[in-house]
């Protein structure tokens, strides 16, 4: 079991960090969701790994319980990661409309139009 | 007791009516949009008396006991930063009406006033996890300013700013969960107690959630080796939203200033020196990327953008330090260095507006005011680089004279003094080129004359050199007051204790 989602969270940040240092927007933002889903799961092995037990503190007995803050946090992350993510989308298909190219480097382009004067 | 969170949720209020409502009347948004950051000053400079008593205090959400539910927090040093939110806000928000930069893209001013909310919120939260979502909603709200109105490279820049401040989240996320996983808690006082318990043999963990955290808010300060993604963002944002964006850095410094002075500061324990350690070279290292970058830049808004880098590597070196000293000299000096900062930012945006090379240093023919904008370049500009007589060498001064019983003395000594030497050559040599080069190329007699820059579209840059010659003028006081912040910030026993008390007047 821990040894399952460790190397699930190593392989997906691995991923991701690979894909957001391409230098195109799309993979950028595979390699994005890849890495938020990375972090996702890493939240949830932050409260330790506890498996079939609920998220709730049980006056009667000494039954297991797992920590529910984290449970609170990956919520909290999940909805944020997704705006982000539906964000980053629009902004960048507003610059691949605009520079008709979906190329993240800057400086090249750049050069190019001083050229151009 | 209310009044804590009434700086948050004002702007949270305002900013969706201001989207669904108004959007389609500019007039009425921006009476609004004023309205909110008039009253955003009042809360402000009310939380800021309240706090000048030295008492720290605690917001309780829900009123739900510390540790478990989230706090806000108003000491001293929050209240400060607020309240220069508040007057920042205030004074681009006047320039971008004036200059008509509102009308250039769509809800300006509804995302104007969720940033406010972000930052604001930032600046007075007690809790790392609520830290991260206010981050997120004035990342988000910057996001939409900074491509507002648009424009080919400006949308790659902004793009290039998303990405690179996702990953920061990312990050931000993963030192979060190392420290939740290592000390089971998320408040910020809390913690605080946690991490001075932490046995020497476990604290490796605790150590690399302490440095991740470093690194994320080294991003937000854009501290060196991750200052790359600033120069390119503020220069390419809207002038004006870069003069507002001047105090984002700052939440960044604030973050450090707040969360390791307090949890893994000099008391805690097992984590020692840790910060002073990695921070001293990064902060040197920036002011000189900064500095190298204000004397090779081609442009006036880069210049300005490594400008803003190399005052975050002089600020830092004084953050680093971590005494009550070196705090009292940052906390001066970043008053300044905002102010100066988005000082330029505002005296770019009107003289470029008026020019047609991009921003380019190259030979133009002069402007009819020439002279009033040499002025005005020049004024900002020793404000910025830190000479006599404004508020930027006073700064300097404190800092020097803070550093020089440290143990950093040769390495912080050098770095200011040859940054600022290379800063000023770059700030003459921008200067020159623009105002005295100039007056030998003759203008183009076909072309239009520029609109000379009236009163209204000028005050909002002049009250801001009117607020750092007050900075200069008053400098004793407003020493003391930050001196006062630091101080509280240095005795986190006060905060631990107002934060995690058994029951609050709520």
């Given at each position: 079991m821990e040894f399952l989602v460790a190397s699930a969270v190593g392989i997906l940040t691995a991923g991701g960090v690979y894909l957001i240092?391409?230098?195109?927007a799309f993979p950028v933002i595979l390699g994005l969701a890849l890495l938020s889903y990375a972090v996702n799961l890493f939240l949830f092995s932050t409260g330790r790994l506890v498996v079939n037990a609920a998220p709730i503190l049980n006056p009667y007995g000494d039954q297991p319980y797992t920590d529910p803050l984290p449970q609170a946090l990956v919520l909290t992350a999940i909805v944020i990661s997704f705006g982000m993510t539906a964000v980053l989308v629009m902004i960048s298909l507003g610059s691949f409309f605009e520079n008709e190219s979906d190329e993240i480097n800057l400086d090249a382009d750049d050069a190019a139009e001083e050229r151009a004067k | 007791m209310h009044w804590i969170i009434a700086p948050v949720i004002l702007p949270a209020m305002l900013a969706p009516i201001i989207a669904y409502v108004m959007r389609h009347d500019i007039t009425l948004a921006r009476v609004v949009s004023f309205a909110g950051v008039l009253g955003l000053l009042g809360l402000a400079i009310g939380l800021f008396v309240m706090a000048s008593g030295g008492e720290t205090f605690v917001y309780r959400l829900g009123d739900w006991p510390a540790p478990f539910g989230i706090v806000l927090v108003l000491d001293r040093l929050s209240a400060l930063m607020v309240f220069l939110t508040a007057i920042l806000a205030l004074v681009v928000l006047y320039h971008v009406v004036a200059t008509g930069w509102?009308?250039?893209?769509?809800h300006f001013h509804a995302l104007y006033q969720f940033q406010l909310m972000g930052i604001v919120g930032a600046f007075l939260t007690g809790d790392a996890f609520n830290l991260f979502v206010f981050f997120e909603v004035l990342l988000i709200a910057s996001y939409g300013l900074m491509i507002h109105a648009g424009g080919k490279i400006r949308l790659k820049a902004g793009l290039q700013y998303v990405v690179m401040n996702l990953a920061g989240s990312t990050l931000f996320l993963f030192a979060l969960g190392t420290l939740y996983a290592s000390t089971?808690?998320?408040n910020i006082a809390d913690m605080a107690v946690k991490i001075a318990q932490v046995p020497v043999e476990d604290a490796a963990l605790v150590r690399v959630a302490g440095i991740l955290l470093l690194f994320v808010f080294a991003v937000k300060a854009a501290l060196f080796p991750m200052q790359f993604w600033l120069p390119a963002t503020y220069s390419n944002a809207p002038a004006p939203v870069a003069a507002l964006f001047a105090i984002m850095t700052k939440v960044g410094t604030y973050a450090i200033l707040r969360i390791h002075t307090i949890a893994f500061g000099p008391e805690a324990g097992a984590i020692g020196d840790m910060v002073t350690a990695w921070l001293v070279p990064m902060a040197a290292l920036t002011l000189a990327v900064g500095a190298v970058g204000v004397f090779g830049a081609k442009r006036l808004e880069l210049l300005i953008a490594y400008a803003v880098i190399g005052s975050m590597g002089t600020m830092m070196l004084a953050v680093a330090a971590m005494t009550p000293a070196t705090a009292s000299a940052a906390i001066y000096y970043m008053l300044n260095s905002t102010l100066a900062a988005a000082a330029l930012f505002l005296f770019a945006d009107l003289y470029l507006s008026r020019?047609?090379?991009?921003?380019?240093?190259i030979l133009a023919a002069p402007l009819s005011q020439n002279g009033l904008f040499a002025a005005a370049f020049f004024a900002a500009g020793i404000a910025m680089v830190g000479m006599?007589?404004?508020s930027g060498f006073l700064g300097k001064l404190l800092i020097l004279e803070a550093l020089?019983?440290?143990?950093h003395i040769t390495l912080a000594f050098s770095a200011i003094l040859i940054g600022s030497l290379v800063m000023i050559l770059g700030f003459v040599r921008a200067g020159s080129i623009l105002f005295w080069k100039s007056v030998t190329v003759s203008p183009d007699p076909d072309a239009e004359a520029a609109p000379p820059l009236t009163l209204s579209q000028g005050a909002g840059m002049g009250a801001l050199v009117a607020l750092l010659v007050a900075l200069t003028l008053f400098a004793g006081p407003i020493y003391d007051v930050g001196a006062a912040a630091a101080d509280q910030l240095f005795f986190p026993q006060g905060y631990i204790e107002a934060v995690l008390a058994p029951h609050g007047e709520g």
């Amino acid at each position: 079991m821990e040894f399952l989602v460790a190397s699930a969270v190593g392989i997906l940040t691995a991923g991701g960090v690979y894909l957001i240092l391409r230098l195109r927007a799309f993979p950028v933002i595979l390699g994005l969701a890849l890495l938020s889903y990375a972090v996702n799961l890493f939240l949830f092995s932050t409260g330790r790994l506890v498996v079939n037990a609920a998220p709730i503190l049980n006056p009667y007995g000494d039954q297991p319980y797992t920590d529910p803050l984290p449970q609170a946090l990956v919520l909290t992350a999940i909805v944020i990661s997704f705006g982000m993510t539906a964000v980053l989308v629009m902004i960048s298909l507003g610059s691949f409309f605009e520079n008709e190219s979906d190329e993240i480097n800057l400086d090249a382009d750049d050069a190019a139009e001083e050229r151009a004067k | 007791m209310h009044w804590i969170i009434a700086p948050v949720i004002l702007p949270a209020m305002l900013a969706p009516i201001i989207a669904y409502v108004m959007r389609h009347d500019i007039t009425l948004a921006r009476v609004v949009s004023f309205a909110g950051v008039l009253g955003l000053l009042g809360l402000a400079i009310g939380l800021f008396v309240m706090a000048s008593g030295g008492e720290t205090f605690v917001y309780r959400l829900g009123d739900w006991p510390a540790p478990f539910g989230i706090v806000l927090v108003l000491d001293r040093l929050s209240a400060l930063m607020v309240f220069l939110t508040a007057i920042l806000a205030l004074v681009v928000l006047y320039h971008v009406v004036a200059t008509g930069w509102d009308k250039r893209g769509r809800h300006f001013h509804a995302l104007y006033q969720f940033q406010l909310m972000g930052i604001v919120g930032a600046f007075l939260t007690g809790d790392a996890f609520n830290l991260f979502v206010f981050f997120e909603v004035l990342l988000i709200a910057s996001y939409g300013l900074m491509i507002h109105a648009g424009g080919k490279i400006r949308l790659k820049a902004g793009l290039q700013y998303v990405v690179m401040n996702l990953a920061g989240s990312t990050l931000f996320l993963f030192a979060l969960g190392t420290l939740y996983a290592s000390t089971g808690t998320l408040n910020i006082a809390d913690m605080a107690v946690k991490i001075a318990q932490v046995p020497v043999e476990d604290a490796a963990l605790v150590r690399v959630a302490g440095i991740l955290l470093l690194f994320v808010f080294a991003v937000k300060a854009a501290l060196f080796p991750m200052q790359f993604w600033l120069p390119a963002t503020y220069s390419n944002a809207p002038a004006p939203v870069a003069a507002l964006f001047a105090i984002m850095t700052k939440v960044g410094t604030y973050a450090i200033l707040r969360i390791h002075t307090i949890a893994f500061g000099p008391e805690a324990g097992a984590i020692g020196d840790m910060v002073t350690a990695w921070l001293v070279p990064m902060a040197a290292l920036t002011l000189a990327v900064g500095a190298v970058g204000v004397f090779g830049a081609k442009r006036l808004e880069l210049l300005i953008a490594y400008a803003v880098i190399g005052s975050m590597g002089t600020m830092m070196l004084a953050v680093a330090a971590m005494t009550p000293a070196t705090a009292s000299a940052a906390i001066y000096y970043m008053l300044n260095s905002t102010l100066a900062a988005a000082a330029l930012f505002l005296f770019a945006d009107l003289y470029l507006s008026r020019r047609d090379e991009d921003g380019r240093l190259i030979l133009a023919a002069p402007l009819s005011q020439n002279g009033l904008f040499a002025a005005a370049f020049f004024a900002a500009g020793i404000a910025m680089v830190g000479m006599p007589p404004f508020s930027g060498f006073l700064g300097k001064l404190l800092i020097l004279e803070a550093l020089s019983d440290g143990p950093h003395i040769t390495l912080a000594f050098s770095a200011i003094l040859i940054g600022s030497l290379v800063m000023i050559l770059g700030f003459v040599r921008a200067g020159s080129i623009l105002f005295w080069k100039s007056v030998t190329v003759s203008p183009d007699p076909d072309a239009e004359a520029a609109p000379p820059l009236t009163l209204s579209q000028g005050a909002g840059m002049g009250a801001l050199v009117a607020l750092l010659v007050a900075l200069t003028l008053f400098a004793g006081p407003i020493y003391d007051v930050g001196a006062a912040a630091a101080d509280q910030l240095f005795f986190p026993q006060g905060y631990i204790e107002a934060v995690l008390a058994p029951h609050g007047e709520g």
